[in-house]
Nanobody, 114 residues
């Protein structure tokens, strides 16, 4: 399984970014996908997940601002991030889960300036 995250960068508070996760060597349509983040000095935390059936779940801190989606025809998962805050600064990782097996991509850095 290979997961390639992209789309991070530097943005001002209030701005938007869209992260993408390209999956390969996996039957993408049957796995649950997620985005996690890790800020400096903190533990990795869940941001959002989307099941193979399209059910979504969000951390309270991003509800109403972030949207997770997937395109099974392209083997892609996305995280649309709006109204970004400095507290959203972190390395963001995409994750694929299938029957308790977890796969991680490399992170993409999101920096939100105040």
């Amino acid at each position: 399984v290979q997961l390639q995250a992209s789309g991070g960068g530097l943005v001002q508070a209030g701005g938007s970014l869209r992260l993408s996760c390209a999956a390969s060597r996996i039957v993408f349509s049957i796995v649950d996908m997620g985005w996690y983040r890790q800020a400096p000095g903190k533990q990795r935390e869940l941001v959002a997940t989307i099941t193979s059936g399209g059910t979504t779940n969000y951390a309270d801190s991003v509800k109403g601002r972030f949207t997770i989606s997937r395109d099974n025809t392209k083997n892609m998962a996305y995280l649309q991030m709006n109204s970004l805050k400095p507290g959203d600064t972190a390395v963001y990782y995409c994750n694929a889960e299938y029957r308790s097996a977890n796969f991680w991509g490399q992170g993409t850095l999101v920096t939100v300036s105040s």
